[in-house]
């Protein structure tokens, strides 16, 4: 009972202060850096490998800020060069103190998924951040883009996840660009990586797609990814992972796969309800709490 009364106090503390802040003022100054820097895509990352950590079972991990420490999972190999999206926004968390680094990171991938042209998501604040990096849960929770279906469950599903969600989640590979020193691969999963739709979900089922060593594109020797068939073996060249070519071999993923390729406003509505559902996995403050603002934000 006392756990209990504590976690509502915590809560309502913590949502009572961010009622205080002019999220449209924090909104407007993301959407300026999103449209002044390009930066949208490594925003979303940012938020997806805060919330990414997080364990159903124990409860631990889940969107928290812990990568703001210089040791902890700011080291993690999968978050290689997320030290640019933080420093992008450092700007904007020291003019609005209040807000806690969790929310602004995960507000900061709602308002890039729609000014890329994405959906509108639902968001609301009251994410606490972690206290300090001993915080940090053990490295290799996140998804390693080399296997496969299998791995991709074990990761999701632990998180509380379903398959659909999986693929739907995996359509925010519509923008962005990987990088050598990031992640081992080079190149944009499509031709317009700043443009959020379901361009990637046409490529998948439209495309035959040929695996081949990343080194022939400027990634590390060794790793594996696909290109489209007749494609040129050069930087640049968009391409897609191991996890993402594997979907279309696995019958409880592959409908949704079609599903969303066919189907733009249908992965738009499933998107966003699974990235609102990510971003909040853990967080006491919305625990049988409906979002106020969903018709809001």
């Given at each position: ?59 631990s991990g889940g969107p928290r800020g812990a990568m703001r420490f210089t040791s902890g999972e700011s080291g ?72 496969g279906c299998p791995h991709l469950r074990s990761v999701f599903h632990r998180m509380g996840l379903s398959d ?36 990637y979900f046409k490529d998948l089922v439209q495309k035959e797609w040929v695996k081949t060593d990343a080194s ?82």
């Amino acid at each position: 009972m006392l756990m209990s009364l504590t976690f509502s106090l915590l809560a309502a503390l913590s949502l009572a202060s961010a009622s205080a802040l002019d999220y449209e003022a924090v909104r407007a100054e993301i959407s300026s850096l999103v449209r002044n820097q390009n930066c949208g895509p490594i925003l979303i990352r940012l938020s997806w490998h805060d919330a990414g950590t997080f364990d159903a079972k124990s409860g631990s991990g889940g969107p928290r800020g812990a990568m703001r420490f210089t040791s902890g999972e700011s080291g993690h190999g999968a978050n290689n060069g997320l030290d640019v999206a933080r420093q992008l926004l450092e700007p904007i968390r020291k003019k609005y103190p209040e807000i806690t680094n969790a929310d602004l990171w995960s507000l900061a991938a709602v308002v890039a998924v729609e000014e890329m042209g994405g959906p509108k998501v639902s968001w609301r604040p009251g994410r606490t951040d972690a206290a300090s990096s001993s915080d940090s849960v053990e490295e290799g929770r996140l998804p390693d883009a080399q296997l496969g279906c299998p791995h991709l469950r074990s990761v999701f599903h632990r998180m509380g996840l379903s398959d659909q969600e999986i693929v739907a989640l995996s359509g925010a590979h519509s923008v962005g660009f990987m990088h050598n020193s990031r992640s081992g691969h080079e190149g944009p999963w499509t031709g317009r990586p700043y443009h959020f739709d379901n361009q990637y979900f046409k490529d998948l089922v439209q495309k035959e797609w040929v695996k081949t060593d990343a080194s022939e594109l400027g990634g590390t020797k060794g790793n594996n990814v696909f290109v489209a068939k007749g494609s040129p073996l050069k930087a640049g060249t968009p391409i897609m992972l191991p996890t993402d070519v594997a979907m279309l071999g696995d019958s409880q993923m592959r409908v949704w796969v079609d599903l969303y390729a066919a189907d733009q406003a249908r992965f738009f509505q499933d998107f966003a309800s699974a990235f609102t559902k990510l971003q909040e996995l853990g967080v006491p403050a919305f625990h049988g709490l409906a979002n106020p603002h969903k018709d809001e934000l």
